[in-house]
């Protein structure tokens, strides 16, 4: 069974760069033709794709965080993280790691890490 | 980017009712779509993709239907667990996907 758990700051200061790892497990982040993806919630509403990653490196972003993304893969610690700078308050959320598989028509999000609230203050 | 739109936005039945959830997307996305169950605290989960195809382990009272610009979620029986927001969410127009806002099924 794979199981994505999410880890990093819960508290990062306007302007600075939120920093977020997700660990995989249960199975190689390499295997498979997965895609690794942020989502964000902030507090009482919907969910917001930030970016996905594939295990050659290739990625690909939301156009609206595009120049203030990167996610970047660790094939060795089974891991991929993100970073999104300059952040101000709209950026609290709670952050999500997710598996994109395959399914028919197209990609969808079928394992979700847990979540952790990011939090945007001084 | 494709906009998700669902409706109601909140709907209040009782267990046992059969509840109906729209999602229309501002453009076509033929049968790109999936529907995910959220519980407060907790990850959405994957229900329903290319808008009419169970996901494993999903109990058969859940069913979708539609394509192109109107989907449905439906629930037949309304079970106890089943008390939870619902998301829309297309996987044609890429990047970005797009969720739509949700819909809270709340008890009567």
């Known amino acids: 069974q794979v199981q994505l758990q999410e880890s990093g700051p819960g508290l990062v200061k306007p302007s600075q760069t939120l920093s977020l790892t997700c660990t995989v497990s249960g199975g190689s982040i390499s295997s498979g033709s997965y895609y690794w993806s942020w989502i964000r919630q902030p507090a009482g509403k919907g969910l917001e794709w930030i970016g996905r990653i594939y295990t050659s490196g290739s990625t690909n972003y939301n156009p609206s965080l595009k120049s203030r993304v990167t996610i970047s893969v660790d094939t060795s610690k089974n891991q991929f993280s993100l970073k999104l700078s300059s952040v101000t308050a709209a950026d609290t959320a709670v952050y999500y790691c997710?598996?994109?598989?395959?399914?028919?028509?197209?990609?969808?999000?079928?394992?979700w890490g847990q979540g952790t609230l990011v939090t945007v203050s001084s | 980017d494709i906009q998700m739109t669902q409706s109601p936005s909140s709907v209040s039945a009782s267990v046992g009712d059969r509840v109906t959830i729209t999602c229309r997307a501002s453009?076509?996305?033929?049968?790109?779509l999936a529907w995910y169950q959220q519980k407060p605290g907790k990850a959405p989960k994957l229900l329903i993709y290319?808008?009419?195809s169970l996901q494993s382990g999903v109990p058969s009272r859940f069913s979708g239907s539609g394509s192109g610009t109107d989907f449905t979620l439906t629930i037949s029986s309304l079970q106890p667990e089943d008390f939870a927001t619902y998301y829309c969410?297309?996987?044609?127009?890429?990047?970005?996907?797009?969720f739509g806002q949700g819909t809270k099924v709340e008890i009567k």
């Open positions: 969410q297309q996987a044609n127009s890429f990047p970005p996907w797009t």
């Open positions: 453009q076509g996305i033929s049968s790109w």
């Open positions: 997710a598996r994109g598989d395959y399914y028919d028509f197209g990609y969808y999000f079928d394992y």
């Open positions: 290319a808008a009419s």
